[in-house]
């Protein structure tokens, strides 16, 4: 069985808790509440750079460019629009985070009765701060490479299913996908 696990790191996202989340950095809206391949976290002093950006890897058995959801450290200069002329917006927050929620999902294809891949991957990162949520999630098409950004509450409610994985498969091939919520305070 091929596996992948591309989860974002708990250890790294609980260091978060108990700092001020000062604000996120993306490119501004235009017709929906999606951004291109990058956001930027600056939480106390550091910055992080939230990205979805299509790399070549084994997808099911084939090698095709996937959009890989990733979360590292970064630097102001490196936080910028993938679009030409296009200067991105600073949405302050300026307020604590008492949360993050992380929500990983489990892809599995199973071809002649045998498991042959598992993938996983973090579908959506929720934020909890000032008794709000911010959520960050990665677009369900595998090679898509927006990033869903919203505000409000109860987030994880509004994160989307991911049913078209479920589709267009051979007849001897059966996909499931299952989510793990991980909570972190």
Not at 157 to 183: A, G, M, V
Request: aromatic fraction near 10%.
């Amino acid at each position: 069985m091929k596996k992948k696990d591309m989860r974002f790191n708990v250890e790294f996202v609980r260091s978060w808790i108990g700092k001020n989340l000062k604000k996120y950095k993306c490119d501004p809206f235009t017709f929906t509440n999606s951004v291109t391949q990058i956001v930027g976290l600056y939480i106390e002093d550091n910055v992080y750079a939230l990205t979805n950006i299509q790399e070549p890897v084994d997808y099911f058995g084939n090698i095709d460019n996937m959009a890989i959801f990733k979360l590292a450290i970064s630097d102001n200069i490196k936080i910028k629009s993938i679009f030409e002329n296009v200067e991105m917006i600073d949405t302050p927050i300026k307020d604590i985070i008492t949360g993050v929620k992380l929500v990983n999902e489990q892809q599995t294809l199973m071809i002649h009765g045998k498991i042959t891949y598992e993938i996983w991957l973090t579908r959506a990162i929720i934020i909890d701060v000032g008794g709000r949520e911010i959520s960050f999630e990665k677009d369900t098409a595998p090679f898509s490479e927006e990033i869903i950004i919203r505000r409000g509450y109860d987030l994880l409610d509004k994160i989307s299913d991911n049913d078209d994985f479920l589709e267009d498969w051979d007849d001897d091939c059966i996909p499931e996908y299952h989510r793990q919520i991980i909570e972190i305070k």
